[in-house]
């Protein structure tokens, strides 16, 4: 059996802003149906604060939660205490795609193992006290979207390969 691709799924900024008191910067219909249609039927790994700001599990995925606090438990999710931890779990549930979606530690924590990045990047750089990583190291260009805007905000999609 192949193993599965490890993704991180964030939309960012140009200075790679993600969001402020643990919210996103902004809300772009298109990015969250294509969050949704990526996403589905695949394990998501997120972080603690990440979870709650989203406040349920996500429908139609395995959601697998990173807290250090490990008498944690969550209806519906899986809680586990380190990144790589809930690699191996995904690796476990799914043999094609696991997707990581936040926030800026765990990004960070699962870059060095990921495969592929999907990016919506908005143009212009954010105040934020949340970053994605540097991802250099990404250079191949899989897919670039023609741009888009919503309610003042130009964005495309990105999806990238090391």
Same mark, same amino acid.
């Given at each position: 059996?192949? $193993? ?8 960012? /900024? ?18 969250? $149906? ?6 589905? #039927? ?28 490990k008498d944690l438990k969550i209806n519906g999710c899986l809680v586990v205490s380190s990144v790589k931890e809930a690699i191996q779990l995904g690796k476990e549930k799914d043999g ?6 936040? #926030?800026? $530690? ?38 670039? /979207? ?5 309610? #003042?905000? /130009? ?8």
């Amino acid at each position: 059996m192949s $193993q599965p691709i490890i993704s991180l799924i964030a939309a960012i /900024s140009e200075n790679r802003a993600l969001g402020k008191n643990n919210k996103l910067l902004w809300r772009l219909p298109e990015d969250l $149906q294509r969050f949704k249609k990526l996403t589905s #039927g695949h394990p998501v790994i997120m972080g603690r604060k990440t979870f709650e700001s989203i406040g349920r599990p996500l429908p139609n995925r395995i959601n697998i939660i990173v807290s250090r606090n490990k008498d944690l438990k969550i209806n519906g999710c899986l809680v586990v205490s380190s990144v790589k931890e809930a690699i191996q779990l995904g690796k476990e549930k799914d043999g094609q795609e696991i997707f990581v979606i936040g #926030g800026g $530690q765990i990004y960070a924590e699962a870059l060095p193992f990921a495969d592929k990045l999907y990016l919506t990047i908005v143009k212009g750089n954010f105040a934020a006290d949340t970053f994605f990583p540097d991802y250099s190291a990404f250079k191949k260009v899989v897919f670039i /979207s023609p741009p888009k805007t919503y309610q #003042g905000y /130009s964005y495309h999609f990105a999806e990238l390969g090391r």
